[in-house]
């Protein structure tokens, strides 16, 4: 033949085919399961990720709601608030006017009742002087004297 040594061949061969066995186990099974082990964990990671990003997502939506129902609630307590003092200012406004028509009456009255002595005690001067003035005309005249208690005694009894 050529000089092909087929044991040789198939020497080299069987050496080849163990050095892929060897090799398969020694590098690369070891190098695939890391590489695989790898995927897994950061698989697991962007998992992980994205469930407590849904999570948050749902707690974020929650919180929202939830403050949309305290701004409801804080509104609907300042709309509350503010129609109970529209309320009792209105009560305290016409428990002032009240309270001054109250006022106002007692001072007609008083300053009535003042009018009534003022002009009592005005007459009653008057009706002294007069009365003074008569008996200094008197002497003048007695006619004109009894004319005049006269009619000073008829208003007296008006």
Do not use: C, W
């Amino acid at each position: 033949m050529l000089g092909i040594n087929f044991q040789q061949i198939l020497l080299h061969v069987f050496n080849f085919v163990l050095l892929l066995l060897v090799l398969n186990e020694l590098l690369y099974k070891p190098i695939v399961k890391f590489m695989d082990d790898r995927e897994a964990y950061y698989k697991s990671l962007d998992k992980e990720t994205n469930e407590n990003l849904e999570k948050s997502k749902g707690l974020l939506k929650q919180r929202e709601l939830e403050l949309k129902d305290i701004h409801i609630e804080a509104n609907r307590i300042k709309e509350k608030a503010i129609k109970e003092s529209q309320v009792q200012a209105k009560q305290e406004i016409n428990q002032a006017k009240e309270e001054g028509k109250k006022i106002i009456e007692k001072a007609r009255s008083q300053s009535k009742l003042e009018k009534d002595i003022l002009i009592r005690n005005t007459k009653k001067d008057l009706r002294e002087v007069a009365i003074e003035a008569a008996a200094k005309l008197s002497l003048l005249n007695n006619d004109v004297y009894d004319d005049f208690l006269k009619h000073v005694n008829e208003d007296d009894n008006e």
